[in-house]
């Protein structure tokens, strides 16, 4: 199910400024940026409440990988990153990586697919990716109910990206029975470009589950 939209070698930088603000970018494109880990680290919590196997979509600074195989009741956790060069940077950064993380360079949604029904216990799918992905609306819909949901245990966890309005993704709404949502404040970089302007500010993240 690999979307045609996905680039096989984009351009991948980090770059810090002179006050130490990280950035990864992905052809150009801020990916992630370092002052998300308090966030990543609040979504993992909410995600692995009740435990066991769990998978990401994305590696990017791997705030929410080492924070998701970090909690105690996490049994393993499989990142799957398609860039080498994403995968080499958190090696060289990352320090004391538990041993149930697990990376693995491949398409996600490629990957998914080879997943037994019922596997994972929680999912967090945040990755970078092009508009074009981010646009296709039938893209999504297939992905949600043919391998989403098949693959989530019953009463599995699905997290995907926060937003900054009080608002229930509708992408993800139709395929579960239940949303916690949480509030977490944030303070971004004055050189964040992917908030629509909304530098500073309250987050909203959102758990789903379904309850069968």
């Known amino acids: 199910m690999k979307h045609p939209a996905q680039p096989v070698s984009p351009d991948i930088a980090v770059?810090?400024?002179?006050?130490g603000e990280r950035t990864l970018y992905i052809d150009g494109s801020q990916a992630m940026q370092e002052w998300e880990s308090p966030l990543m680290q609040?979504?993992?919590e909410l995600l692995c409440?009740?435990?066991?196997?769990?998978?990401?979509?994305?590696l990017g600074?791997?705030?929410s990988a080492l924070a998701i195989a970090r909690q105690p009741k996490t049994q393993k956790h499989t990142v799957v990153e398609p860039y080498d060069e994403v995968i080499q940077e958190f090696r060289k950064t990352a320090l004391d990586i538990p041993g149930n993380l697990e990376i693995v360079q491949a398409d996600f949604f490629e990957y998914i697919e080879s997943l037994p029904t019922n596997s994972v216990d929680g999912i967090m799918l945040?990755?970078?990716l092009p508009r074009k992905i981010r646009d296709d609306?039938?893209?999504w819909v297939k992905l949600m109910e043919d391998?989403?949901?098949?693959v989530l245990a019953p009463g599995g966890q699905f997290m995907s990206f926060f937003v900054t309005e009080p608002k229930i993704e509708p992408r993800w709404e139709p395929y579960f029975d239940e949303v916690l949502i949480q509030r977490h404040s944030y303070e971004s970089y004055s050189t964040t470009s992917y908030l629509q302007g909304r530098?500073?500010?309250?987050?909203?993240?959102?758990?789903?589950?379904?309850?069968?």
């Open 15 to 19: 770059r810090s400024s002179q006050a």
């Open 61 to 63: 600074f791997g705030f």
């Open 49 to 58: 409440r009740k435990g066991g196997v769990y998978l990401e979509c994305g």
């Open 42 to 44: 609040r979504s993992a």
């Open 199 to 212: 530098l500073k500010g309250t987050a909203y993240i959102q758990c789903f589950t379904n309850s069968h």
């Open 126 to 128: 945040d990755p970078w």
């Open 147 to 150: 391998q989403i949901t098949r």
């Open 137 to 139: 609306a039938d893209f």
